[in-house]
């Protein structure tokens, strides 16, 4: 289904004077609000392809209808939420799940929808049935050299899957681990990882980025082999400037300080990008700030902060991505709240008085520090959001939107009630 211009200007009409009373307060009382605005406008997330159908978990999994079946639907799934909320300009592809079999049409396609395509992501973390070797025992760090060919071959197609359509990033994520004491040479694990990332890293174009993806946890239990911000660090640090740190939020222990982790990363020119979800237990994959809205403000006030003294372009220079999968909600309401959720965390934290926080530091004003973060954050910064929607030729309520146009019903009328996203 194709979202109509006048849909869009019927909704924002009938909304329009509540909006303009809760925009009052900003247009004549916060001097600040304008360049907040252009900020939210310029600032777009990208849409994994693998967030558009139903997750599952190792128990089961309960489509809701109406999935993409094809990449080109979930082309057009990425290009629904960005007409709606003109912030989700971007969408990321999985390999081999999102093979294209016309890089060509379906960039024109992309185009179409005013999308560009954000990082590539490898898949070792799966036997496809077509392969040769299996990543039952990891895949980059294997003991059997075949098993590590194979695995960068397919990041290095990868790359040239990327390169046709346009996209500028590698991220690799690993499951490579183990699960008992004793099943691996650390070392060994870690040296072989090294090389095998070496030769990916060679195979990237010069204008390029790679992301090494860190988890502490799962699949493997006992050890992940890029288990932690400062193995990837390290690996990022030994391969090269074109390498850098991935932050998923998800995949930290419990209580880590992820905030620290972003700022150390920043300052180390380090960070290359996000993946955003929430959660309450691990890698739970939920909704973008439905769990700890605070720490998002938090982690958004050091990158905002580390951002401003390296002098970097907050949309271009770091990837933003959702990273989610859910079995309870539709996929497209979610992603527009985690999108919403995302761009109210950011417009808190450009709210935020740096001078006045450096002072209160400089000063171990502790009391005044804390005041002015918490501020910020329960500042109601929502009629900001919806105006940089607005301005930028979307809604001012997607989800109302969406749910009005009864966009679900359409689509599971146009693609049926029992379709299963491919992917996870
Ligand atoms: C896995 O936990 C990671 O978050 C990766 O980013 C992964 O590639 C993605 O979730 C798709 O499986
Ligand atoms: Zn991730
Ligand atoms: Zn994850």
């Known amino acids: 289904m194709q979202l109509e211009t006048h849909h869009i200007a019927d909704h924002n009409q009938s909304r329009a004077e509540a909006h303009q009373r809760k925009l009052s307060y900003w247009t004549n009382e916060v001097a600040k609000a304008e360049p907040i605005i252009q ?147 650390f070392r060994k694990a870690f040296d072989r990882t090294l090389e095998s990332l070496e030769e990916i890293y060679a195979a990237l174009p010069d204008n390029w980025k790679m992301f090494v993806e860190y988890k502490a946890f799962e699949p493997n239990f006992y050890s992940m082999t890029v288990g932690d911000w400062g193995s990837s660090l390290l690996y990022a640090s030994k391969l090269g400037p074109k390498a850098f ?94 999108v919403e959720a995302i761009q109210l965390a950011y417009a808190q934290a450009l709210l935020v008085d740096r001078v006045a926080l450096e002072e209160a530091r400089e000063a171990n004003d502790v009391v005044r520090a804390q005041e002015l973060l918490q501020d910020a954050f329960r500042t109601d910064v929502r009629p900001l959001v919806a105006e940089a929607r607005r301005r930028a030729g979307g809604a001012l309520q997607p989800l109302a939107l969406f749910r009005q146009l009864n966009v679900r019903g359409q689509l599971i009328g146009e693609r049926g009630a029992k379709t299963v996203a491919t992917g996870l």
């Open 39 to 185: 900020k939210l406008i310029d600032f777009q997330i990208a849409i994994p392809s693998w967030a558009l159908g139903t997750g599952g978990t190792r128990f089961g999994r309960f489509p809701g209808g109406g999935e993409p079946r094809s990449l080109e639907e979930k082309i057009a799934d990425v290009g629904l939420l960005h007409a709606l909320n003109q912030a989700s300009g971007a969408i990321s592809l999985h390999i081999p799940w999102d093979i294209p079999s016309d890089a060509q049409a379906i960039q024109q396609l992309a185009a179409q929808h005013g999308l560009r395509f954000d990082a590539v992501n490898s898949n070792t973390f799966q036997d496809q049935p077509d392969q040769a070797a299996s990543y039952k025992f990891g895949s980059l760090q294997h003991t059997d050299p075949a098993v590590r060919r194979q695995a960068i071959e397919h990041n290095i197609e990868v790359i040239r899957h990327g390169v046709a359509l346009g996209s500028d990033a590698l991220t690799v994520w690993l499951s490579d681990g183990s699960c008992f004491p004793g099943q691996l040479n």
């Open 245 to 338: 740190t991935l932050v998923d939020l998800g995949h930290h222990l419990p209580n880590a300080n992820i905030e620290q982790i972003v700022a150390i990363l920043l300052h180390e020119g380090k960070l290359g990008g996000f993946h955003f979800n929430d959660s309450k237990y691990g890698d739970d994959d939920l909704t973008a700030g439905s769990i700890k809205p605070y720490q998002l403000f938090l982690i958004f006030n050091e990158l905002v902060d580390g951002m401003d003294a390296r002098g970097l372009d907050h949309a271009r220079d770091l990837g933003w991505m959702i990273d989610a999968s859910h079995n309870v909600k539709d996929p497209l309401e979610d992603l527009l709240q985690s």
